[in-house]
């Protein structure tokens, strides 16, 4: 079982910039996808970016492409979500998540953590 922990959520002007972190425990990475995304009360949750931990491989949705960078520290086991140029419709609740590079689902979640962008 992998454990997920995000932190560095909060409030941002328009045009800010957060770092996301997600601590991973529980098991070896290598084998693994890490990936976040996103909520709202009003939309489904929606993919952002994903990193595989052994090939370094990166997808981003086009809504973040040029924005946001994720990154891996595989000595300290957490993936990382820079956010830059951060819009007001970029508020939600972030979350990071993992699967076996081999399979399809995402069965590891965090708690999640708030970005809010203000206009």
């Known amino acids: 079982q992998v454990q997920l922990v995000e932190s560095g959520g909060g409030l941002v002007q328009a045009g800010g910039s957060l770092r996301l972190s997600c601590a991973a425990s529980g098991r070896t990475f290598s084998s693994y996808v890490m990936g976040w995304f996103r909520q709202t009360a009003r939309k489904e949750r929606e993919f952002v970016a994903a990193?595989?931990?052994?090939?370094?491989?990166?997808n981003y949705a086009d809504s973040v492409k040029g924005r946001f960078t994720i990154s891996r520290d595989n000595a300290k086991n957490t993936v990382y979500l820079q956010m830059n140029s951060l819009k007001p419709e970029d508020t939600a609740v972030y979350y990071c998540?993992?699967?076996?590079?081999?399979?399809?689902?995402?069965?590891?979640w965090g708690q999640g953590t708030q970005v809010t962008v203000s206009s």
């Open positions: 998540a993992a699967r076996p590079h081999m399979g399809t689902i995402w069965g590891s």
């Open positions: 990193i595989n931990w052994t090939t370094g491989n990166i």
